[in-house]
T-cell receptor, first 112, second 109 residues
Framework: SQTIHQWPATLVQPVGSPLSLECTVE??????LYWYRQAAGRGLQLLFY??????ISSEVPQNLSASRPQDRQFILSSKKLLLSDSGFYLC???????????FGSGTQLSVL | DAKTTQPNSMESNEEEPVHLPCNHS???????IHWYRQLPSQGPEYVIH???SNVNNRMASLAIAEDRKSSTLILHRATLRDAAVYYC??????????FGKGTRLHILP
């Protein structure tokens, strides 16, 4: 069966430090992959999505970037974190258009 | 932008049915209607989806208006564990998934 792994679960980083969050999917091939962010008490904001290796679409201009070095690996990065980057980061995957979306357990990021 | 409109919050008593509405007046003929819910401190989980006909599964039922401009998620017998934010989303093939603000459902014991 398919599973999605996202780590770490919680992270506390100082302003100006780099960030790397990793997400991997098992049991499927060529999934569509997503990164979302949820600020405290707010809705889900789509950050990036990818339909294949090296194919990344950015939804919101910001100091974050994403990469997909392998078919089932999606990485969210930042060179210098801002206070406003704090939030709950969620990775998700789907097998194709109109398919169900499956979410990871999320990373709670606090930038201090 | 999200293409659906939902009430910000709703309340229901435990063990009673809950009807969560969603308006999608600009829906196209090929848009599927998806529902997800998000429990506290967790990622969203899939609930149900449909195109034109009403749908039932073990979690809920989805009633779709004849003109498809609105739909209703029905929880037949709400429990405290159903307290969550419920999202109604339109999906059309290659479209990326945009979540709106959803409806926060409170269940009263």
């Amino acid at each position: 069966s398919q599973t999605i792994h996202q780590w770490p679960a919680t992270l506390v980083q100082p302003v100006g430090s780099p960030l790397s969050l990793e997400c991997t999917v098992e049991g499927t091939s060529n999934p569509n992959l997503y990164w979302y962010r949820q600020a405290a008490g707010r809705g889900l904001q789509l950050l990036f999505y990818s339909v294949g290796i090296g194919q990344i679409s950015s939804e919101v201009p910001q100091n974050l970037s994403a990469s997909r070095p392998q078919d089932r690996q999606f990485i969210l990065s930042s060179k210098k974190l801002l206070l406003s980057d704090s939030g709950f980061y969620l990775c998700a995957w789907e097998e194709g258009p109109d398919e169900k979306l499956f979410f990871g357990s999320g990373t709670q990021l606090s930038v201090l | 932008d999200a293409k659906t409109t939902q009430p910000n919050s709703m309340e229901s008593n435990e063990e009673e049915p809950v009807h969560l509405p969603c308006n999608h007046s600009t829906i196209s003929g090929t848009d599927y209607i998806h529902w997800y819910r998000q429990l506290p401190s967790q990622g969203p989980e899939y609930v149900i989806h449909g195109l034109t006909s009403n749908v039932n599964n073990r979690m809920a039922s989805l009633a779709i208006a004849e003109d498809r401009k609105s739909s209703t998620l029905i929880l037949h017998r709400a429990t405290l564990r159903d307290a969550a934010v419920y999202y109604c989303i339109l999906r059309d093939g290659d479209d990326k998934i945009i979540f709106g603000k959803g409806t926060r459902l409170h269940i009263l014991p």
